[in-house]
């Protein structure tokens, strides 16, 4: 009986420490996606001239947009690093994966 609660206990700390490390992850995220709206809030806002409407179309030129495409790009990779890790190589992939591997090691020990 000690033994299957010292088991319960190891499962509990292993599913908090995925947990703990989800929620890092999660947020920091959201974090960067906070900072990635305001400062391009920001950066419109600044960019932005009422002195003329020559200028005005100017503002939607390449150079304005770039930081945002740009960031928001590395801002992708980013939600899809921590969104998107159980379609591509998630949980379910590294439990396979270690199964086959020890498989692969118990048959070379035949």
Same mark, same amino acid.
């Given at each position: @009986? !000690? +033994?299957? /609660?010292?088991?319960?206990? !190891?499962?509990?700390?292993? *599913?908090?420490?995925?947990? &703990? ?6 947020? #920091?995220? &959201? $974090?960067? /996606? @906070?900072? &990635?709206?305001?400062? +391009?809030? %920001? ?5 932005? =001239? ?5 200028? +005005?179309? $100017?503002?939607? #030129?390449?150079? !304005? %947009? =770039? ?9 992708? @990779?980013?939600?899809? =690093? ?5 379609? %591509?190589?998630?949980?379910?992939? *590294?439990? +396979?994966?270690?199964?086959?591997? @020890?498989?692969? *090691?118990?048959?070379? !020990?035949?």
């Amino acid at each position: @009986m !000690n +033994n299957h /609660l010292k088991s319960q206990q !190891n499962q509990m700390d292993t *599913e908090y420490q995925w947990a &703990y490390k989800r929620v890092k992850k999660l947020k #920091s995220f &959201y $974090t960067h /996606l @906070m900072v &990635y709206i305001i400062v +391009n809030i %920001f950066i419109m806002i600044a960019r932005q =001239s009422p002195d003329s409407a020559e200028e +005005n179309l $100017t503002f939607w #030129s390449f150079e !304005n %947009f =770039s930081v945002v495409f740009f960031w928001g790009f590395g801002l992708a @990779m980013h939600a899809f =690093s921590v969104f998107g890790q159980d379609w %591509f190589l998630g949980k379910r992939w *590294e439990e +396979n994966k270690i199964k086959e591997l @020890m498989r692969r *090691e118990e048959q070379r !020990n035949v």
